[in-house]
């Protein structure tokens, strides 16, 4: 269908049947306008769930500031159309199409797809089927978008390494760059959609499934995963910016419509954590940590918040307390904008004196609430896992911020852990008591009225790259009974009536834990499902649990073989051809420290010699061991 088509359907059919048609205009402030039939190259980035969840994301919005400032290309957006509209353009043979041009998707050079939640699989399918691209990668030709994956879940690409024909592995910041610029010579020659990808796979971080064939023993592990030809990588090393202040970054992001999950300016301090968490895998594949200046970061605040009219500033990190000058950078944007009646959040922050001073500051104390991440109850499983954070020092951050005014904190913690009793579950119940516990020590007349502990559980899940990757994962049966045990624990407690306890869904977590360390077996039971129906499976009202469970039987694929099983050191992993820097024996040695209950120093004090120091960049360069 052409672009006017489109326009036209738009106008006369299309919003008028769906509940947000703000999602499929486009026309956005700040939103970039070029003559799509003047450039060379035409990149659709697209975020696969709905608007209002992918419009938050910055990634999208680096990249879409970066690709733009490319005279020869024009980088447009999609994202998932929710169930009405995906209804509406099915029923009308409507292609799905860009909100900057209304042109279909399929007309593009690129579709890259950003992957940031195991849960948005079938989602990918349905931007593939409904821009009327083959779903596999084997079927399409050079008609047909380059369709490219990254983020977070391209760390292990394999579930859906057949429905893509790269992976971009690690911060786009960086070989972007020479993979259009090979483009463009391919464009200009008769050569193959293949000969393309073979050149673009020797790029750095470039992954072509294709490329690779994968063998498998008896028992469905990986025998052998190995390049197709000599002159392609066996292993793929993820890019990473070594220099963040002349890495590009939007002055003028985009601003919605209609509100959004994130309807503010994100700032971004610094990437990477120090902290060394067994459970998280940003902490791993971000490393090393990397600062911006604070002057660039001053000069970026102001120019964001006047191109935008937000009325809030969020400073972004995995742990915004580590920024080396974050109460600079927090006391300047306190004097320049608070009067102006911007708000400015931090999350990410420990609580100690220099954030309760800043959060007195920003925000409402009376209606706002402090946030704990403890994630373990006990201090024996907190040790395991490598939180580096005391029951004493939670019970006095929660008393210093009581005294200052707040009488609400919210507590999150995980079941499931490894090496997890119940003795440890019944702690959790045990800390938020005791921490309403400390807010009634205060004399009565100087309390803050009543106070309100909210403590959500959600179930662990191994993740690739991290030290638990090898772990078992807990049964829905055995996640549901901890939950109902610790249920019952908060309920013995003093102070249960000030205390609401909530938890995660056990299903949606099992396909997660599947979807997390599948390989490529996974690809066609992906098809299947959503063959059935399934899409938005993140929602809780649209998953479709039963369809998931009765398509692994119909590929005798055995959930366990994913979950429940442990795994040995020398298994040969989905994900062992990524290199992300930390090394596998790092992880191991991690892991085997975590069983024994040993802590691991933040990075900031002691090197512990991961491997992320090949980058030459960030922490490695300032710490020695």
């Known amino acids: 269908m052409k672009k006017s088509m489109i326009k036209s359907a738009l106008k006369d059919e299309l919003l008028l049947k769906v509940e947000k048609p703000a999602r499929y205009i486009g026309n956005e402030f700040n ?26 994301h910055l990634g999208i919005q680096i990249l879409y500031d970066m690709f733009n400032k490319r005279e020869d290309t024009y980088c447009e957006r999609v994202y998932s159309p929710w169930v009405d509209m995906d209804k509406v353009l099915r029923e009308n043979d409507i292609p799905l199409f860009a909100l900057e041009s209304q042109t279909p998707v399929k007309d593009f050079d690129f579709l890259g797809i950003t992957l940031q939640y195991e849960m948005c699989y079938t989602n990918i399918l349905q931007i593939l089927d409904l821009s009327k691209i083959p779903i596999y990668s084997k079927d399409r030709d050079d008609s047909c978008p380059i369709v490219i994956g990254g983020g977070p879940c391209a760390y292990n690409p394999e579930p859906i390494a057949d429905f893509f024909d790269m992976f971009y592995i690690g911060e786009g910041e960086t070989s972007y760059k020479e ?43 990986i025998k052998n995963f190995e390049p197709v030809y000599d002159d392609i990588p066996k292993k793929v090393k993820k890019e990473i910016v070594k220099d963040l202040d002349a890495s590009s970054y939007p002055e003028k992001p985009l601003v919605p419509y209609i509100k959004v999950t994130q309807d503010r300016v994100v700032l971004e301090i610094q990437r990477g954590c120090t902290r060394g968490c067994r459970f998280c895998q940003a902490g791993m594949i971000y490393r090393p940590v990397r600062e911006r200046d604070v002057d660039y970061l001053k ?32 006391y300047y944007l306190i004097d320049e904008i608070s009067s102006k009646g911007i708000n400015i959040s931090l999350p990410s922050l420990r609580i100690d004196a220099f954030s309760l001073d800043v959060m007195s500051k920003v925000q409402d104390v009376r209606k706002s609430s402090l946030t704990f991440a403890p994630e373990a109850g006990s201090q024996r499983l907190r040790n395991v896992i490598n939180k580096g954070l005391t029951k004493e020092v939670i019970l006095k951050g929660a ?165 429940t099983r442990e795994r040995e050191f020398d298994e040969i992993l989905p994900w062992d051809f990524i ?16 069983k024994n209950e040993e802590v691991t120093l933040n990075c900031m004090t002691k090197c512990s010699g991961c491997g992320a120091g090949t980058f030459k960049t960030g922490v490695c360069l300032k710490v020695k061991g």
């Open 179 to 221: 993979l259009l610029d090979v483009y463009k010579e391919y464009k200009k020659t008769n050569k193959t959609r293949e000969e393309f990808l073979r050149r673009a796979s020797r790029i750095s971080g470039i992954y072509v499934p294709s490329l690779y064939n994968v063998e498998y023993n008896e028992d469905g592990t």
């Open 399 to 563: 008393m210093d911020a009581f005294i200052s005014g707040w009488n609400k904190v919210k507590l999150y913690f995980m079941l499931g852990l490894p090496t997890e009793t119940y003795e440890d579950i019944e702690q959790i119940a045990v800390l938020s008591d005791e921490i309403a516990r400390e807010y009634y020590t205060i004399p009565k007349d100087e309390r803050n009225g009543k106070v309100s502990i909210t403590s959500s559980t959600s179930f662990f899940v191994p993740k690739p790259f991290t030290p638990f990757q090898w772990v078992r994962m807990n049964t829905v049966e055995e996640f549901l009974e901890k939950q109902r045990f610790l249920n019952g624990k908060m309920k013995e407690q003093l102070n249960y009536k000030s205390i609401k306890y909530n938890w995660h869904e056990a299903e949606t977590t099992l396909l997660e834990g599947i979807l997390a360390r599948g390989d490529r077996k996974l690809c066609p039971v992906i098809y299947d499902v959503y063959k059935k129906g399934a899409i938005f499976d993140a929602w809780g009202e649209f998953f479709k649990y039963d369809a998931w469970i009765e398509t692994f039987k119909e590929h005798n694929i055995d959930i366990n073989f994913y979950t």
């Open 299 to 330: 000069d970026l605040a102001i120019k964001m918040l006047e191109s935008t009219g937000h009325e809030e500033i969020s400073l972004s990190s995995l742990s915004s307390s580590d920024y080396s000058k974050l109460q600079e950078l927090v």
């Open 31 to 56: 939103m970039v306008r070029k003559d799509y039939k003047s450039v060379d190259i035409r990149f659709c980035m697209c975020f696969p769930d709905v608007y209002e969840i992918g419009m938050s």
């Open 579 to 594: 290199d992300i820097g930390v090394t596998k024996k790092f992880l191991w040695n991690e892991y085997n420290k975590g």
